[in-house]
């Protein structure tokens, strides 16, 4: 008896398939993706998208199927709601200036430093300075995540000040709407 992975597509997302790329597409937005692996592939039926394996299932291969599940559920979840990230800026002695040039968040005046901090952003991520806090958002989980991380490691002290006194930064507040 052969596992067979199945995620139905809610209403008003569809999903196409070439060469292993799968396209989801909805309200928000369009993703693609590459899924390949020699024992596994990706089939659309109707409205269902199935994870079939080519070979005889193992622990590894059914850990997999499901790896892809969850990025093929994150993908619809993008299309559809969208994902998003509230960071807020601490200071106490140097007040920061974050602001949004092109594809980078530049950072300066962190800790009286004379330099500027650049974090990238990835891929199609929109990022709003509003005050102290930065919103992150975005349809694909992993450009918003990375890109809330950039901005959170470009203002990590490299000077070995202990952390619990000196809180100065940039940090993560919530995940999601």
């Known amino acids: ?23 989801i597409k909805g309200e928000k937005g369009e993703i693609e993706r590459k899924f390949f692996h020699p024992s596994l592939s990706l089939k659309i039926e109707g409205n269902v998208i199935k ?17 892809w599940k969850s990025h093929i559920n994150n993908m619809i979840k993008g299309v559809k709601e969208g994902f998003e990230y509230h960071l807020k800026v ?15 968040v530049v950072i300066s005046n962190f800790l009286g430093e004379k330099g500027v901090r650049t974090a990238r952003i990835m891929g199609d991520t929109q ?33 070995g000040r202990d952390r619990r006194k000196f809180l100065d930064g940039i940090y ?6």
């Open 1 to 23: 008896m052969s596992l067979e992975v199945a995620i139905e597509l809610p209403e008003g997302i569809t999903a196409e398939l070439h060469d292993n790329i799968l396209k």
């Open 51 to 67: 994870i079939v394996p080519t070979r005889k299932e193992n622990k590894r291969i059914k850990s997999l199927m499901f790896t």
């Open 90 to 104: 601490y200071y106490v002695h140097f007040p920061m200036t974050v602001k949004v040039e092109g594809d980078k």
């Open 127 to 159: 990022v709003e300075v509003k005050g102290d806090t930065i919103i992150v958002k975005g349809i694909n989980k992993e450009d918003v995540g990375q890109t809330a991380a950039n901005i959170e490691l470009a203002t990590k002290d490299k000077g």
């Open 172 to 177: 993560i507040i919530k995940k999601g709407k």
